[in-house]
């Protein structure tokens, strides 16, 4: 069974920082492009980052400077760090396994797996 499992989220503190881990079983990763989304209640599904199968980044511009994606093969495994969290920050957040497609990857476009998300709450 091909599963992407994203754990890390909770309940964080308006200024903190939180790493989400994101992890594959049933299909290694290291051949994929890891992409991250989020999407707020009552909003639409938003691109944060994508991380290329040779390391390659991208990140949203409403993120950019808070957010690092990383990757980890080995591990079978993706990260996402979000420091200086903001309650606008506050969300599910799903990774995805597929292509980092230039100006598509924002829109999901090109992802074949999705994994279930979890839920980043920035409050205090």
């Known amino acids: 069974q091909l599963r992407l499992v994203v754990t890390g989220g909770g309940l964080v503190q308006p200024g903190g920082s939180l790493r989400l881990s994101c992890e594959a079983s049933?299909?290694?990763?290291?051949?994929?492009?890891i992409g991250w989304y989020r999407q707020a209640h009552g909003k639409e599904r938003e691109g944060v980052s994508c991380?290329?199968?040779?390391?390659?980044?991208n990140y949203a511009d409403s993120v950019k400077g808070r957010v690092t994606v990383s990757r980890d093969n080995a591990r079978n495994a993706g990260y996402l760090q979000i420091s200086n969290l903001k309650p606008e920050d506050t969300a599910v957040y799903y990774c995805?396994?597929?292509?980092?497609?230039?100006?598509?990857?924002?829109?999901?476009?090109?992802?074949?797996?999705w994994g279930k998300g979890t839920l980043v709450t920035v409050s205090s």
């Open positions: 995805t396994a597929g292509g980092c497609i230039k100006d598509e990857w924002p829109l999901g476009h090109g992802m074949d797996f």
């Open positions: 049933g299909f290694t990763l290291d051949s994929y492009a």
């Open positions: 991380i290329s199968s040779s390391g390659g980044t």
